[in-house]
């Protein structure tokens, strides 16, 4: 299985330098939200109230802002039209709150312009949480019986495509996320002082370094789905090759 001294190297190759972005990105988010979380903006606007400001300046009046528990959970329901701000963004008046805050309000905005990546993403959540659960178990349990049981090789060569297809799925997820949450992040960083949340430029670069480091944690998940699926694919290849 393309291994070489007892090492599977493709998945030295393909997923590990993801995974360990993903530490990075990890190590980033906590980091710099900590640091931006003792700051607080000028004018003294919570995450909520950020919020709110930016829904108004957009005419957006048909979402809800909830709090939910847990620290960085923030997210936007398109389909209830609820904004849900976590115990680390409702109240805080940081800088890395109102980013964040700002962030999901994004999500809002695209919702409400009818931002085609956005309603993309909505139709692929069913088929990522299943393709991304499934998927690699069905295409590794294809691979691994074909391998072992060559007279069925016709049904475990299916059983891997059948995983291959419902993981592809989830890949493209992933993918299509990528310029869902850049555009959101943007969005965000461009209103804010337009708005009058932030008052100078210093906050709103604060606001940016959270959101960037955020941001790289997508890349950091867009990368290990893809690293995954192109490993499965060429183990299915190499089983191929050895009949």
Same mark, same amino acid.
């Given at each position: 299985?393309?291994?070489?001294?007892?090492?599977?190297?493709?998945?030295?190759?393909?997923?590990?330098?993801?995974?360990?972005?993903?530490?990075?990105?990890?190590?980033?988010?906590?980091?710099?939200?900590?640091? $931006?979380?003792?700051?607080?903006?000028?004018?003294?606007?919570?995450?909520?109230?950020?919020?709110?400001?930016?829904?108004?300046?957009?005419?957006?009046?048909?979402?809800? /802002?909830?709090?939910?528990?847990?620290?960085?959970?923030?997210? $936007?329901?398109?389909?209830?039209?609820?904004?849900?701000?976590?115990?680390?963004?409702?109240?805080?008046?940081?800088?890395?709150?109102?980013?964040?805050?700002?962030?999901?309000?994004?999500?809002? /905005?695209?919702?409400?312009?009818?931002?085609?990546?956005?309603?993309?993403?909505?139709?692929?959540?069913?088929?990522?949480?299943?393709?991304?659960?499934?998927?690699?178990?069905?295409?590794?349990?294809?691979? /691994?019986?074909?391998?072992?049981?060559?007279?069925?090789?016709?049904?475990?060569?299916?059983?891997?495509?059948?995983?291959?297809?419902?993981?592809?799925?989830?890949?493209?997820?992933?993918?299509?996320?990528?310029?869902?949450?850049?555009?959101?992040?943007?969005?965000?960083?461009? /209103?804010?002082?337009?708005?009058?949340?932030?008052?100078?430029?210093?906050?709103?670069?604060?606001?940016?370094?959270?959101?960037?480091?955020?941001?790289?944690?997508?890349?950091?998940?867009?990368?290990?789905?893809?690293?995954?699926?192109?490993?499965?694919?060429?183990?299915?290849?190499?089983?191929?090759?050895?009949?």
């Amino acid at each position: 299985m393309f291994q070489y001294g007892g090492i599977d190297y493709t998945y030295l190759i393909y997923v590990l330098p993801a995974f360990i972005l993903s530490l990075i990105a990890q190590f980033l988010v906590k980091s710099r939200f900590a640091k $931006y979380n003792k700051i607080e903006c000028k004018k003294g606007v919570s995450g909520a109230q950020a919020a709110a400001i930016l829904l108004r300046a957009n005419e957006i009046s048909d979402v809800k /802002i909830a709090h939910i528990s847990g620290s960085l959970t923030d997210n $936007y329901n398109p389909s209830r039209k609820v904004l849900s701000l976590s115990d680390s963004t409702f109240s805080s008046r940081s800088i890395a709150a109102v980013g964040v805050a700002a962030h999901e309000t994004g999500h809002a /905005i695209q919702h409400n312009k009818g931002y085609i990546p956005l309603a993309i993403r909505k139709l692929l959540v069913p088929v990522a949480n299943f393709g991304s659960r499934f998927g690699p178990l069905l295409a590794l349990a294809g691979i /691994i019986f074909g391998m072992n049981y060559e007279s069925n090789l016709a049904i475990f060569q299916l059983l891997t495509d059948i995983g291959l297809l419902l993981y592809g799925g989830a890949v493209l997820f992933y993918i299509i996320t990528l310029p869902v949450e850049f555009n959101a992040s943007r969005r965000a960083l461009k /209103i804010l002082k337009s708005a009058g949340v932030f008052v100078d430029n210093s906050e709103v670069r604060g606001a940016r370094k959270v959101l960037t480091a955020a941001a790289l944690t997508y890349v950091a998940s867009a990368l290990t789905a893809i690293g995954s699926f192109i490993r499965l694919l060429l183990l299915s290849q190499r089983r191929n090759n050895r009949r």
